[in-house]
């Protein structure tokens, strides 16, 4: 049957007056039984008992037929598991929680945009409602059973309770159980999902996690994984077996390459909502925005209903306007909030695009995905806002926003610096694939020299700052050491072979030093060196740099280094461009990048000026009055 009438003969017309959702009644089976259920239609208004299932869809086609109502459709294979999981008699699911369950796929008729659009307004509240919401993980495999199995042992929880409050060492079972949570739990696809956040972080009573056969309570899972050492550097004396059971656990088919596990944030989340209530639109995107989503509408839709009503109410649920105009009312909503927090949050997109006709403070929202998403981060360096708790004046009219900022200084040089080093177990200097490029970095060293040395004669207003050329290092202009500090070297290293250097302090110029090849490695970092790694000149090079290399690539990496007319360097946005505008904004962490445009500006990025960002020489000038704030148009 085509797709649209197997829709009409399933699914009536909902009264969205009275709240009304569809409910799914399973009738029971076995697991290879074929799967067959009715809908019925409830209103929340009459608080019916139901469960929620949370789940990813998948990627593969609907290919798996089930009957509704008597009528033949198509579900993804992702979720016809899921069904047979749930309704065998073995899930622990349908108790006192009820039978009814609410599933996205099924209950809401797709194929109908208005009504799809109508149902998301309620999914807030429909999550909200549930008796229960069921987690689905996916399939279990041999290692997951194992731990959930232990998981729900009482007598391993106990255990796992001392690890914090006796500060133990682990068991080898206890290091399993961790690694079987990070190498396969986590890398599940279900914890990239952006709707996932919001359905975990609204629900009223403790979630249950399902994965394949086995299920246990968020609360019991998350409780345990905050109990476990978080990584091998956590217990030194026990590295090697850590290792060796790290080779007998596979990493989940789901997992992508450079992500770890993410459901630390979906608790995070859960608790913050539980604690306040509700989470504004800047810190919810923000948050989320490593997260993926088929339709791009979602990363907004997705979050709606964990958003102050106030913010909710203004965001229109419409799938059939294109996704940039959905961006650009989150971004209104943004940008207008009077939360001092609401401009930082901001800062965190990606917003250089072509010129087209969305204006240019509007992220594209398609393009965040995990894996290609560069985080702002590395280029934060002081611990609050510029003025915090004060907030730049914005206002929106229509496609342009009003911003009061700070004008520095206009670009007059761009090199360009993506550093992408730091993971491997050697080092080599060069040009050649994975190679440091260290004649670049000694490129970008001396641009920074010669800014400087240069007198400031053409703006007198940006004068009395010149000192703050001086102020810094290189090490610390073009590296960011923020994820470093407080977890020791070892943090850089965990997977490579510094662990006989975390306690012996490596000074961060003395590393750059050894980086660009003009000092040797001091003979007191090399006392407790391995005899075997002493020789090998690669591995020794990168177990010293590690750090280093880190640093510089959480600031440097797919960026530019930057140096102004006044002699201002700094590393920003990979798009910056010779003429773009250096500025400063109250309550956020960055220096903007403007490009000029018309009578205004246009949104290119967010860069670093080295110098000026502990903000002690920015707030002297604008008490003097030599840097004064002014009213700009972004197109």
């Not at 639109?281 to 907004?300: E, I, P």
């Amino acid at each position: 049957m085509d797709p649209c009438q197997a829709a009409s003969s399933i699914y009536g017309a909902l009264d969205d007056g009275r709240s009304e959702i569809r409910a799914l009644s399973l009738n029971s089976g076995d697991f290879d039984d074929p799967i067959s259920c009715s809908l019925q239609v409830v209103s929340l208004q009459d608080q019916p008992i139901y469960r929620a299932l949370s789940y990813v869809w998948g990627t593969a086609p609907p290919n798996i037929t089930i009957s509704i109502n008597g009528h033949e459709t198509q579900i993804t294979p992702s979720l016809a598991a899921t069904l047979r999981r749930i309704r065998h008699p073995a899930s622990s699911s349908a108790t006192a929680d009820g039978s009814l369950i609410w599933i996205d796929a099924i209950c809401i008729n797709q194929a109908d945009l208005a009504e799809r659009g109508s149902q998301v307004k309620l999914m807030g509240r429909i999550y909200r409602q549930a008796s229960r919401v069921l987690i689905w993980l996916g399939e279990g495999t041999e290692h997951s059973d194992w731990a959930l199995d232990r998981l729900n042992d009482a007598s391993v929880r106990s255990s796992l309770v001392t690890l914090k409050t006796e500060s133990r060492q682990p068991t080898l079972e206890e290091i399993r159980i961790k690694i079987i949570i990070d190498r396969d739990l986590e890398m599940r696809s279900y914890w990239t999902r952006t709707w996932v956040v919001q359905e975990m972080a609204l629900a009223q009573n403790d979630p249950v996690v399902h994965c394949g056969g086995k299920c246990v309570p968020l609360s019991v899972y998350v409780d345990s994984r905050n109990n476990l050492p978080f990584d091998a550097t956590a217990v030194p004396g026990m590295i090697s077996e850590w290792r060796r059971l790290e080779l007998e656990v596979p990493r989940h088919s789901d997992a992508i390459k450079g992500r770890v596990g993410v459901s630390f944030f979906h608790d995070f989340a859960r608790t913050t909502y539980r604690d306040f209530g509700e989470i504004p639109m800047g810190w919810a995107l923000n948050a989320t925005s490593g997260l993926s989503a088929t339709d791009a509408r979602d990363r907004v839709y997705g979050v709606l209903g964990l958003l102050p009503p106030s913010q909710a109410s203004r965001i229109e649920v419409n799938y059939k306007q294109h996704y940039m105009r959905t961006a650009q009312d989150a971004m209104t909503v943004v940008l207008t909030c009077p939360d001092p927090d609401a401009l930082d949050s901001f800062t965190t997109f990606s917003f250089h695009r072509p010129v087209d006709e969305y204006p240019s403070w509007v992220p594209d929202l398609a393009l965040r995905e995990y894996e290609h998403w560069t985080s702002t981060k590395g280029l934060k360096h002081a611990r609050h806002a510029w003025r915090f708790p004060q907030k730049a004046a914005t206002a929106v009219s229509g496609d342009v926003l009003r911003l009061n900022v700070v004008r520095l200084d206009t670009v007059e040089k761009v090199l360009d610096i993506s550093f992408n080093h730091g993971w491997g177990t050697e080092f080599r200097a060069g040009s050649g694939p994975g190679m440091v490029d260290t004649e670049l970095l000694k490129t970008a060293e001396a641009m920074a020299d010669e800014g400087a040395q240069r007198a400031i004669t053409h703006d007198k207003r940006i004068g009395a700052l010149s000192q703050a050329r001086h102020k810094e290092p290189i090490w610390l202009s073009m590296c960011s050491w923020r994820d470093l500090d407080g977890r020791g070297m070892a943090y850089s290293g965990q997977s490579r072979n510094d662990m006989w250097l975390p306690e012996i302090p490596r000074e961060r110029g003395t590393l750059w030093n050894i980086l660009l090849g003009r000092q040797d490695i001091p003979v007191d970092w090399l006392a407790s060196c391995p005899e075997g790694l002493r020789s090998d000149t690669p591995k020794l090079m990168a177990a010293v740099l590690s750090p280093l290399l880190h640093a510089i690539r959480s600031r440097c990496n797919e960026r530019r280094a930057f140096l102004t007319e006044a002699g201002f360097f700094g590393v920003g946005s990979g798009h910056m461009e010779v003429g773009d505008v250096v500025a400063f904004v109250a309550g956020t962490f960055y220096a903007w990048i403007l490009r000029p445009h018309r009578d205004g500006y246009r949104m290119v990025g967010f860069a670093y000026a080295s110098g000026l960002m502990d903000w002690e020489i920015l707030d002297e000038g604008m008490e003097r009055g030599t840097l004064q704030e002014e009213t700009v148009r972004i197109y």
